[in-house]
Each structure stands twice: as structure tokens, then as C-alpha cells.
């Protein structure tokens, strides 16, 4: 039994295709198809029901995936302890991002930790807040930088900012007129969402669904600056954050009634091995948070 047979068991058990597995590993599907038949063979048990259209784990897979994952979690945290040992003046840091996020929080944050640590190599994966928060779950990432709003269990987090959900209207429609906006209020116009993944999409869609209403999307992207133009030229609302719709020109950016403000910050898995890297990150976050306190004081 080889350790690439367990890992190509694993991302075909979390996708349930062969084929995107083969694309998520960068291998090609025939060597996905030999090993975990050759794992099949070994353990003598048949760990995926062919027989349906989407690949399905049978009973026994299901219980050795199960002993997989903590195995190669196990493996790939004693390689980053080793290497932590080994190599202390280099590592690598995965962090998911929402577009919002990566667009208008994260920046700074990247630049200056950067200039500090210029040894270490920080890879960002730009995904929806639910999305990300998926991937962490399955130790894809070390990081996420996310809306921490709904179940959090299993997750450490560090809150970094309070923002509100705002709708975003052209500046001359009679909605830019009220301080507060109802879905009632928007249930006619044309909208642009965020697509699948995003923590603002389920939260708006859900509210939507319990309301009876049936929302006209004319365009999902994640592409921030082109929702809030086609927003201020009156193509259609948008929902964002307040702090990615402020003081943007030609639109009006109110918030949503029965809203509650949602926390951004860092989060990360818990009884997760956290390396020098990835702590320094953390640190790094605290410290940053530590001073924008203390200037807010000040300032009182």
C-alpha cells in the first residue's frame, strides 16, 4: 500500500469524480483508475459502487476513508513539524480569500507581512467564505481570511472587523432616499450576485427563500469593481460588504433591514499542527489588530 494510493482515494472520495480528481492532482485519470483499483485488490473489499452516475463510496469506503483521513493528516503534520526543525528561516503559507476580502482588506495586511518576512512564501487562493471554509475543513489551506458568521466549531478564529451587508443602488433611484432597505423593498428590481460559495450569496438567497420571493438574477460574478459599476449605471442592485461599497462614486450603498453585522477575521482548523510559518501569520494578524485598537482609543 503507497502513500499516493491514499491520497488518490481521498480526493476522489471528496469530489466523487474521478476525473476532477485527476485534474485537482494534476495527474492523469488512468493513474487515479489503476491505484485505487490496485488498493481495492490489496484490501480485498471494493471501496466505490460503480453502478451510479456519480461515484459513491460503498459501506467499507466509507470506513476506511474515514482512517485515511486522520492518517495522512497525522503524516502531513509530522512533515511540517520536521521541517520546521529543519528549516527555520523558510515555509509556506496557504490562505483562501473571499474576492471581497482580497480586494479591499487584505492587501495591506499582505504587503506589510511580507516586508517582514520576505522568507516565506504565502500562496492565496481567492474562493467564496463558504467555500474556504470547506477547504480548511479538509486541511487544504492553513488560513482563511472569511465572514465568521454561522457554525464555527470547528474552526479557531480571530475576529478583525464588524461590517454590515449593504444593498447597493444606483445614487438617482427612489431606494437611495431611505437609510434602510427591506428585501420587500428590493424584491423587484433586477439583482447581481455573487456566485456559488460566498457567505453573502447563501445569506441573501436563504432570507429571500423564506420570504417567498423570487429574486431576478441578471448575473452572478466575483469581480467587485464590475459589480458596483454595472450597479451604479442601473443594471441591477448588488449586496457587499459596507466596507467594499463605501463612498464608491455614482452608487448609494444602504443597509439591509434584520441584518445583523457580521464578523470578518482569520480563521483556521482546530487540533491542527500550526507551523513556525503559518504562526508568525497568526502573530502577525494579532499585532496589526493590537495597533488598529489602540489608534482607534487614541483617537477617542
Avoid at 460588504?241 to 445583523?260: H, M, N, Q, W, Y
Wanted: charge should be neutral.
Amino acid at each position: 500500500m503507497e502513500l499516493r494510493q491514499l491520497e488518490y482515494f481521498q480526493m476522489a472520495s471528496r469530489l466523487r469524480n474521478i476525473t476532477r480528481a485527476a485534474e485537482r492532482l494534476r495527474v492523469s485519470q488512468p493513474n487515479i483508475t489503476v491505484a485505487i483499483k490496485k488498493l481495492e485488490n490489496e484490501l480485498g473489499i471494493q471501496l466505490f459502487d460503480r453502478s451510479q452516475k456519480q461515484l459513491a463510496l460503498t459501506p467499507e469506503g466509507a470506513v476506511f476513508l474515514n482512517r485515511v483521513e486522520l492518517a495522512l493528516r497525522n503524516i502531513q503534520d509530522a512533515v511540517l513539524e520536521v521541517n520546521d526543525y529543519k528549516q527555520l528561516q523558510k515555509g509556506t503559507i496557504k490562505i483562501g480569500i473571499p474576492p471581497m476580502i482580497g480586494a479591499y482588506l487584505f492587501p495591506k495586511i499582505f504587503s506589510s507581512f511580507q516586508r517582514r518576512y520576505p522568507h516565506l512564501d504565502v500562496y492565496l487562493h481567492e474562493e467564496g467564505s463558504m467555500s474556504i471554509r470547506e477547504q480548511l475543513e479538509r486541511d487544504e489551506l492553513d488560513f482563511g481570511i472569511v465572514i465568521l458568521a454561522g457554525n464555527t466549531q470547528n474552526l479557531q478564529t480571530l475576529p478583525m472587523s464588524t461590517n454590515r451587508i449593504v444593498c447597493c443602488v444606483p445614487e438617482d433611484s427612489p431606494l437611495a432616499q431611505k437609510k434602510e432597505l427591506s428585501l420587500q423593498d428590493v424584491a423587484d428590481h433586477n439583482v447581481i450576485m455573487l456566485k456559488e460559495g460566498s457567505f453573502i450569496r447563501q445569506t441573501i438567497l436563504n432570507r429571500m427563500k423564506d420570504a417567498a420571493i423570487t429574486p431576478n438574477i441578471v448575473l452572478e460574478s466575483n469581480q467587485i469593481v464590475t459589480m458596483k459599476g454595472l450597479a451604479a449605471n442601473g443594471v441591477g442592485i448588488s449586496f457587499l460588504l459596507d466596507i467594499v461599497a463605501r463612498d464608491t462614486p455614482g452608487i448609494k450603498a444602504i443597509p439591509l433591514s434584520d441584518f445583523e453585522p457580521v464578523d470578518v477575521g482569520l480563521a483556521w482548523k482546530k487540533d491542527r499542527y500550526i507551523s513556525k510559518a503559518a504562526q508568525s501569520f497568526m502573530d502577525f494578524c494579532r499585532e496589526i489588530l493590537k495597533e488598529h485598537q489602540a489608534a482607534e482609543d487614541t483617537g477617542k
